[in-house]
């Protein structure tokens, strides 16, 4: 039976770039699962290839039909905005393994979903001034850029990944990101562990 790979990280860990990565890596076979945001695309997002962008009608809907797997709500300062994976066909871990990005709230849920011993924790830290650098490079890329945005998801990720909760969620290997390449191998090496 197949495996999840959950990658979790503060923002700006380098998780998506991970993330994608790892799905070229033909030998590890990873499917991905897109996941469902109601939040705004950003100028270098597709529709479908990051995340399914819907609005509020279409969460409701999967909401009210018993088909969400897990979801988390922020407020922001641009109103609410909320990330979710739906049971919509896209997850048979009967035929394969997946690769997932999320935060230790999904985590759980996902665990509490599919099984614990379904759902492979990776999760990726950088030191928070290097992060905050990384997140207003990114932020200044953008048409039209939102820091008063990126400043919260700053401190929010303070308490959401704080070291109590990482301990609770059972998450025991941790993956610097200070040299992509040695992270990337690191993890590629703990993934192959876990399916052979």
Not at 58 to 83: A, M, P, Q
Not at 124 to 152: H, I, N, T
Not at 157 to 181: H, L, P, Q
Request: aromatic fraction near 14%.
């Amino acid at each position: 039976m197949g495996k999840i790979f959950y990658i979790m990280g503060k923002s700006a860990s380098g998780k998506d770039s991970i993330y994608q990565q790892l799905l070229q890596k033909s030998d590890l076979g990873l499917q991905k699962i897109i996941l469902y945001t109601t939040r705004p695309i950003r100028d270098e997002e597709k529709q479908g290839r990051e995340y399914f962008f819907v609005d509020e009608e279409r969460y409701r809907k999967f909401k009210e039909e018993g088909r969400l797997i897990e979801w988390r709500s922020y407020e922001t300062v641009h109103g609410v905005w909320t990330y979710f994976t739906a049971d919509d066909g896209q997850i048979d871990l009967g035929k394969n393994n997946f690769l997932a990005i999320g935060t230790l709230e999904s985590y759980e849920k996902m665990k509490d979903y599919f099984g614990q011993g379904r759902i492979c924790p990776i999760y990726v830290e950088v030191e928070d001034g290097e992060r905050l650098w990384r997140a207003l490079l990114r932020e200044r890329k953008q048409d039209r850029p939102r820091y008063a945005e990126m400043c919260r998801r700053f401190l929010a990720d303070e308490k959401d990944f704080s070291e109590d909760n990482i301990r609770k969620a059972g998450i025991e290997r941790r993956f610097v990101n200070d040299d992509s390449k040695i992270c990337l191998a690191e993890i590629e090496s703990y993934i192959k562990n876990m399916l052979y």
